[in-house]
């Protein structure tokens, strides 16, 4: 595809996205920053109460659509991504942001635990990312931005599960970068350090949080507005010539 500029203030006026785990935390700040550049939103998430979150993000219904979805199912998979397609016609962008952390020590993690974490933080991306594409495909490409983590990068303690899945996308991230790429789909991951979403905030309270900081060059950990800016880059007509990529955004923690 030939390189047709871009909107210098990276708009997405009319175009639809797909935010799983959009209710709060990183999902919720890109669908308030989505909605500002432009965008049509629906947002899945598996919180009954996503219907009324939506409406207070943006109360014109006409630019919102909401699902309740276990994304760990192809139903409902399914049902998100036909939503979408009923309610707009189309889905130019997906954002797989939807994930657990369920931590314990490795000589003590559980089947369940493993389990749980493959299925909601990569199983469900790649299908999902699967289903969008074959859409994408048909209405001429789109883009594809994976939430990944610092985690897959580095070892954290206590996080063995959550280490492999985040690894995990990343790479997967980079094989459908390559397989998609000549439908004019572009997918990348971001990979951000401790974000203070309220479960960050009370995860890495107090002592814990001090002594991770310390590990970091800016001395701070991550606001979601700021990877929301960094997802909303690479969902634009600004990126299009990044594929496959993993953009990390952790004030320097892992350049050490």
């Given at each position: 595809m030939e390189f047709a500029g871009?909107?210098?203030?990276?708009?997405?006026?009319?175009?639809?996205?797909?935010?799983?785990g959009g209710a709060a935390g990183i999902g919720r700040a890109i669908a308030i920053l989505f909605l500002e550049k432009g965008a049509k939103l629906v947002l899945a998430d598996v919180n009954a109460t996503v219907a009324?979150?939506?409406?207070?993000?943006?109360?014109d219904r006409d630019r919102v659509h909401t699902v309740v979805a276990d994304l760990t199912q192809s139903d409902d998979r399914d049902r998100?991504?036909?939503?979408?397609?009923?309610r707009f016609g189309r889905i130019d962008i997906l954002i797989n942001n939807a994930g657990i952390v369920l931590l314990d020590d490795a000589l003590r993690l559980s089947e369940d635990y493993w389990d749980r974490t493959m299925a909601i933080n990569l199983?469900?991306?790649?299908?999902?990312?699967?289903?969008?594409?074959?859409?994408?495909?048909?209405?001429?490409?789109?883009?594809i931005v994976n939430v990944a983590s610092q985690a897959g990068l580095i070892a954290l303690d206590k996080h063995a599960a959550y280490c492999a899945g985040k690894?995990?996308?990343?790479?997967?991230?980079?094989?459908?970068?390559?397989?998609?790429?000549?439908?004019?789909?572009q997918i990348n991951a971001i990979s951000p350090t401790v974000v203070l979403t309220e479960l960050g905030r009370?995860?890495?309270?107090?002592?814990?949080?001090?002594?991770?900081?310390?590990?970091?060059?800016?001395?701070?950990?991550?606001?979601?507005?700021?990877?929301?800016?960094?997802?909303?880059?690479?969902?634009?007509d600004a990126a299009t010539m990044i594929n496959g990529e993993n953009l990390v955004i952790d004030g320097g923690y892992t350049i050490q």
């Open positions: 871009f909107d210098k203030s990276f708009g997405l006026t009319n175009r639809v996205c797909l935010v799983t009324a979150i939506a409406q207070e993000i943006c109360p998100a991504v036909e939503a979408g397609l009923e199983r469900a991306p790649f299908f999902l990312a699967q289903r969008v594409a074959r859409e994408m495909i048909k209405t001429g490409g789109g883009k690894a995990a996308i990343i790479s997967m991230t980079k094989v459908l970068a390559l397989e998609w790429a000549r439908y004019n789909i009370k995860a890495w309270a107090g002592e814990v949080g001090e002594q991770m900081k310390k590990k970091i060059p800016n001395g701070r950990f991550a606001y979601p507005e700021e990877i929301a800016a960094c997802a909303l880059f690479l969902a634009s």
